[in-house]
């Protein structure tokens, strides 16, 4: 059972940058494609970014494109995603997950495991 520890959620002015982290608790973290995803209040849960087992390959949501990074250090079992330019629309609860399939995948359904979430609120 992989165990996923999210930090670094808190309450932030429209603009600001923050950085998330989702801390591992396998040393096969590094075979897992790694996602994060977002839920606000009375909304389905959505893709945000994925990274590749290796790193080399990342998808993110439009709304994100060219303000959000996600990385991934496979020594440290964490991976993380760096917020810029946070708009109050970007609110949510911000979850990692973990899915031990072949591709990088953005779909919900394909994560096996799920961390339990951190909150972000950006005010305006």
């Known amino acids: 059972q992989v165990q996923l520890v999210e930090s670094g959620g808190k309450l932030v002015q429209a603009g600001d940058s923050l950085r998330l982290s989702c801390a591992a608790s396998?040393?096969?973290?590094?075979?897992?494609?790694m996602g994060w995803f977002r839920q606000g209040p009375g909304k389905e849960r959505e893709f945000v970014a994925a990274?590749?087992?290796?790193?080399?390959?990342?998808y993110y949501t439009d709304s994100v494109k060219g303000r959000f990074t996600i990385s991934r250090d496979n020594v440290k079992n964490t991976v993380y995603l760096q917020m810029n330019s946070l708009k109050p629309e970007d609110t949510s609860v911000y979850y990692c997950?973990?899915?031990?399939?072949?591709?990088?995948?953005?779909?919900?359904?394909?994560?096996?495991?799920w961390g339990q979430g951190t909150q972000v609120t950006v005010s305006s």
């Open positions: 997950a973990a899915s031990f399939g072949i591709h990088t995948t953005t779909i919900v359904s394909e994560y096996n495991y």
């Open positions: 990274i590749s087992w290796s790193g080399g390959t990342t």
């Open positions: 396998e040393n096969i973290f590094s075979t897992y494609t």
